[in-house]
């Protein structure tokens, strides 16, 4: 399994640019996350999805936009960016049997020039 | 608002030593997750505490929860180098199990 993966690992983007992360998981897991990291602070997230199909509002979601058309994918989209976006991204897979454990992806690092 | 805090956010310590993290939270949770991230790495779960009076043991990490006082600890038995890293706490709140707020971090530092 390779567990839950991001797509780009790094990006640099001028203001006004758009783009879109791509998380996938391969462990069938309902609930998936999206969340920032900014240097001295913990995650926030921005967005979230319960399952195929619905996407929610998290603590930090102006700016973003979501999907999650395929169960095994969760898109996170940048209209027109900002240098206020540049963020380490980590996305995250809920797995609900057992401990509720979280599995985080590699992360992608974002520059906004 | 679910709030977390956690201190103290930097730690030096010596090998061998004890030290104990606290992760403070202002409203009631259904769980507490401790997370180790290395530097440049992504976050690797460590424990997850579902109940009051949990406690979790791991190596050097013991992980304990009260959530009467909404508090847990991270109590680190005779520190070795390699436990150098920065340990988040997380809580999901009870009326949004989803709406997970972290702990500024605290980065460990372990000296020889």
């Known amino acids: 399994n390779a567990g839950v993966t991001q797509t780009p690992k790094f990006r640099v983007l001028k203001t006004g640019q758009s783009m879109t992360l791509l998380c996938a998981q391969d462990?069938?897991?309902?609930?998936m996350y999206w969340y920032r990291q900014d240097p001295g602070m913990g995650l926030r997230l921005i967005h979230y999805?319960?399952?195929?199909?619905?996407?929610a509002k998290g603590e930090v979601p102006d700016g973003y936009n979501v999907s999650r058309l395929k169960k095994q994918n969760f898109l996170l989209g940048l209209e027109s960016a900002a240098p206020s976006q540049t963020s380490v991204y980590f996305c995250?897979?809920?797995?609900?049997?057992?401990?509720?454990?979280?599995?985080f992806g590699p992360g992608t690092r974002l520059t906004v020039l | 608002e679910l709030k977390v805090e956690q201190n103290p956010l930097f730690l030096s310590m010596q090998e061998g030593k004890n030290y104990t993290i606290y992760c403070n939270y202002s409203?009631?949770?259904?769980?507490l997750y401790w997370y180790r991230q290395d530097p440049g790495k992504s976050l690797e779960s460590l424990f997850v505490?579902?109940?009051?009076?949990a406690v979790k043991q791991e190596g050097r990490l013991m992980a304990s929860l009260d959530t009467k006082a909404r508090l847990s600890t991270l109590h680190i038995t005779a520190a070795v180098h390699d436990l150098s890293a920065t340990y988040f706490c997380?809580?999901?709140?009870?009326?949004?199990?989803?709406?997970?707020?972290f702990g500024a971090g605290t980065r460990l530092t372990v000296k020889p």
């Open positions: 999805s319960v399952g195929e199909g619905t996407t």
């Open positions: 995250a897979s809920l797995r609900t049997s057992g401990y509720n454990e979280q599995f």
């Open positions: 409203t009631t949770s259904d769980r």
């Open positions: 997380a809580v999901a709140g009870t009326y949004n199990n989803n709406d997970m707020r």
């Open positions: 505490l579902l109940s009051n009076g």
């Open positions: 462990m069938n897991h309902e609930y």
